[in-house]
């Protein structure tokens, strides 16, 4: 099976741009989460989709948003980006019975 | 709340010796907990998990952790270590999927191995 894939795997904006990440989940997994990692707060949960739904969502502003599509790939979405959103964006996967997380290998935003 | 702590920010230990990465948590019932490994510049990769049962839980890359609920630890080790180990180490705590997914990670141990 293939592992979960995130595109692009590097990016780079300007302060007040908005920015689209894609997140494909392993074949049958139906939950995707999307955190974020930096060298200050580390590793922060922002999202869970599962199902087209958001299911749980972290401690971020209304500028961070996402969306999950009928076959179970998930964008996220950051709007006037400031320059503390500079990290890697990691997207996990989950199926169902599993348990447990596989995450892709993220996606590098910096915003100058 | 939840929360992970990792005492241990970084680790030197020779190749060929052995190792211990310490993981406490927080947590209002009974804990899903792994430990995941990163090499710079690239994603997490899942060494082992603790849903329930057997306390010793086996992973891989010859990776092996206890979970201790009376110390609220659940500690990584291994008894030889390898120069490809050197990397970043994340504990986390989590809970069953139909509760919805979210992880809460430590703040990592950083492994350098030297020759």
């Known amino acids: 099976k293939a592992g979960v894939t995130q595109t692009p795997r590097y990016l780079i904006k300007t302060r007040g741009q908005q920015v689209t990440l894609s997140c494909s989940p392993i074949?049958?997994?139906?939950?995707v989460s999307w955190y974020q990692q930096t060298p200050g707060q580390g590793l922060q949960f922002l999202f869970e989709y599962f199902s087209e739904t958001q299911r749980n969502k972290g401690n971020f502003p209304g500028r961070f948003s996402g969306r999950q599509f009928s076959n179970s790939r998930s964008e996220m979405n950051v709007s006037t980006l400031e320059l503390g959103d500079s990290a890697l964006y990691l997207c996990?996967?989950?199926?169902?019975?599993?348990?447990?997380?596989?995450f892709g290998p993220g996606t590098r935003l910096t915003v100058l | 709340a939840q929360s992970v702590t990792q005492p241990d920010i970084h680790i030197t230990v020779s190749e060929g010796a052995s190792l211990e990465l310490r993981c406490n948590y927080s947590?209002?019932?009974?804990?899903?907990l792994f430990w995941y490994v990163q090499s710079p510049g690239q994603g997490l990769q899942l060494l082992l998990k603790y849903f329930s049962g057997d306390t010793l839980v086996q992973g891989i890359k010859g990776f092996e952790a206890e979970f201790k609920r009376s110390q609220s630890s659940f500690n990584l080790r291994k008894p030889s270590v390898h120069w490809s180990d050197a990397a970043e180490y994340f504990c986390a705590v989590g809970r069953r999927m139909e509760y919805g997914n979210k992880l809460v990670f430590g703040a990592g141990t950083i492994l350098r191995v030297k020759s």
């Open positions: 947590y209002g019932a009974t804990p899903y």
């Open positions: 996990a996967s989950t199926g169902s019975g599993t348990d447990t997380q596989y």
């Open positions: 074949s049958g997994h139906r939950s």
